[in-house]
């Protein structure tokens, strides 16, 4: 497992087997942008934005689907507008052409994508007020919330939310939603650093492989979970691919 981070987009950069891609930005940034972003969205996300009853979520709507849209279509080489995305009512979007997934927190989009591997990514604020207690009975297993409350009270909460992240971005990849079996999953280090594995009666792919992509510089949590046992993960943060 290699992760890597950078703060450079080579332009010549191309999507190869077993690589991911993943853009972390801070969507506030790109308000400035939100009509020139709203004509790339098709007339369903259009209908969709409508629906919000403020906005400030219409905006936020516009410029998540729309920088979502300026990522996919630079690796397809193709018009953001011209994209077909399918969105089921339940499951993952789809493309034809590329697997990628989206998530976001607070005023942070993040977006995977690769050529070859299916993905799924889920991303939390560090600075999220939670309820440890009631988070921690929904989201973890009995063994995993014996083993949480016996940490140092200072590492309770990252690591909670460590492993719900880990557990929502394997979901997203099978493309199933979690329908109450989250705490029926279990949480695995494995021998790689920051690498882990789901266990448990609710796994639904065993062939499958997870990558913590936190960030204490941006106060936040994250996780890839992916096809097979090895890829090459890029993370970049607020870089936006352009077109040629």
Same mark, same amino acid.
């Given at each position: 497992?290699?992760?890597?981070?950078?703060?450079?987009? #080579?332009?010549?950069?191309?999507? &190869? @087997? %077993?690589?991911?891609?993943?853009? /972390? *930005?801070? $969507?506030?940034?790109?308000?400035?942008?939100?009509?020139?972003?709203?004509?790339?969205?098709?007339?369903?996300?259009?209908?969709?934005?409508?629906?919000?009853?403020?906005?400030? #979520?219409?905006?936020?709507?516009? &410029? @998540? %689907?729309?920088?979502?849209?300026? /990522? *996919?279509? $630079?690796?397809?080489?193709?018009?953001?507008?011209?994209?077909?995305?399918?969105?089921?009512?339940?499951?993952?979007?789809?493309?034809?052409?590329?697997?990628?997934?989206?998530?976001?927190?607070?005023?942070?989009?993040?977006?995977?994508?690769?050529?070859?591997?299916?993905?799924?990514?889920?991303?939390?604020?560090?600075?999220?007020?939670?309820?440890?207690?009631?988070?921690?009975?929904?989201?973890?297993?009995?063994?995993?919330?014996?083993?949480?409350?016996?940490?140092?009270?200072?590492?309770?909460?990252?690591?909670?939310?460590?492993?719900?992240?880990?557990?929502?971005?394997?979901?997203?990849?099978?493309?199933?939603?979690?329908?109450?079996?989250?705490?029926?999953?279990?949480?695995?280090?494995?021998?790689?650093?920051?690498?882990?594995?789901?266990?448990?009666?609710?796994?639904?792919?065993?062939?499958?492989?997870?990558?913590?992509?936190?960030?204490?510089?941006?106060?936040?949590?994250?996780?890839?979970?992916?096809?097979?046992?090895?890829?090459?993960?890029?993370?970049?943060?607020?870089?936006?691919?352009?077109?040629?």
């Amino acid at each position: 497992m290699t992760l890597v981070y950078t703060n450079t987009i #080579l332009e010549s950069l191309k999507l &190869v @087997q %077993h690589q991911i891609d993943v853009y /972390i *930005l801070d $969507y506030s940034k790109f308000y400035y942008q939100t009509e020139n972003l709203k004509t790339l969205l098709s007339a369903s996300e259009l209908n969709r934005a409508q629906r919000f009853n403020t906005w400030a #979520l219409q905006d936020n709507f516009i &410029v @998540q %689907h729309g920088l979502t849209r300026q /990522i *996919l279509g $630079y690796h397809l080489n193709t018009n953001p507008a011209d994209i077909e995305i399918n969105s089921p009512k339940f499951g993952k979007p789809e493309v034809k052409g590329l697997h990628f997934n989206i998530s976001h927190t607070g005023q942070y989009l993040a977006v995977a994508v690769s050529e070859e591997i299916p993905v799924g990514i889920d991303i939390e604020s560090r600075d999220r007020n939670i309820d440890l207690n009631h988070v921690a009975a929904i989201v973890l297993s009995d063994d995993e919330r014996t083993a949480l409350f016996q940490l140092p009270k200072e590492q309770q909460k990252i690591t909670l939310l460590q492993t719900w992240v880990c557990k929502e971005a394997y979901w997203k990849y099978v493309g199933q939603g979690l329908n109450g079996m989250i705490n029926h999953l279990e949480v695995a280090p494995t021998e790689k650093k920051n690498s882990y594995l789901m266990k448990g009666n609710a796994v639904v792919d065993e062939e499958h492989q997870i990558q913590s992509i936190a960030s204490s510089q941006h106060r936040l949590v994250g996780a890839v979970a992916y096809k097979g046992s090895s890829a090459k993960i890029h993370v970049r943060f607020n870089e936006l691919p352009t077109m040629n």
